[in-house]
């Protein structure tokens, strides 16, 4: 065989498995999990993901702080400590970080409530915008109004979160703590997405985007459990009181990406539970 037809061949087959890649694609763009990977990075997950777990650092963190040292009246560094099993140097940073209950309570002014409020109305801004994108609606009028309606409602779960976590760990019941999370989740962004798309989307149709985030908030839960104490021990003694930061944002970063990931397979479930019935009509 000359040296041509050995090369003739090898293309022959290159060409052959690029031909059966390409229809295993346009295969795979088909499916659910096709559409979820083009839309994952349509709507730039990570990029979004970046933005919501800056705005959380800065908003919705100082918010679990003052509600923390209201409601339980235990500082938010001990809340931590408990929360993700720290021990040694990270459980030292945490405490050292964060103020006792008393110095937050004096420290609440006029001034910082302001900053804090715009802080999470940001916040909410910004899932607003993820929660249409995903859904492909136009922002609708009254934006403002929404953005505060959900505040208020946001107020109202963290503190309740707030009381049954206390509650839960006063029992000494690490499941019932992944429960909480994965429940009081499903619910929060069953109502979430309901305010911020403008009452546009009934509940009903927003029970995936529900179960889809409470258990992705069920499995950070777990997750943070098996990881967190060893990354925060490890980033303090490495880096000191910065690299517990570190750690806290990476948390964060994670459950946004979470919370953006289950808002698109919540909508694209949705559009294929539609489309269903039309097929069948059709």
Known sequence: MSPRDVAS?????????????????????????GRFVEAWFELRVIERALALASKLFI????????????????????ELVSRFGLTGGGASAARELFA???QVQASIGLLGVVILTSSIL??????????????????????????????????VWVTLLSIAHETAE?????????????????????WTPYVLLGRRVRPRRLLPTALATGVALGVLAVGSDLVMPELVTHNTARYGLIGFTFSLVSWLFSG?????????????????GAAGPRSAAA
């Open 59 to 78: 908003a919705i963190l100082p918010l679990s702080i003052l509600v923390t040292a209201i409601v339980s009246g235990q500082a938010f560094g001990d």
């Open 170 to 190: 006063g029992w000494d019941a690490p499941a019932l703590s992944w429960l909480l999370a994965v429940v009081g989740g499903g619910a929060f962004f069953l």
């Open 9 to 33: 061949r090898a293309l022959d087959r290159r060409e052959g498995a690029a031909a059966i890649a390409a229809r295993a694609w346009r295969w795979f763009q088909g499916t659910l999990g």
């Open 122 to 155: 940001s916040f909410a801004g910004a899932l607003q915008r993820m929660y249409l994108d995903s859904w492909r609606l136009d922002p609708s009028a009254g934006a403002a109004r929404t953005r505060l309606l959900w505040l208020a409602g946001l107020l």
């Open 256 to 272: 946004a990406v979470l919370v953006v990931s289950a808002a698109i397979l919540g909508a694209l479930l949705d559009r294929a």
């Open 100 to 102: 006792a209950p008393a």
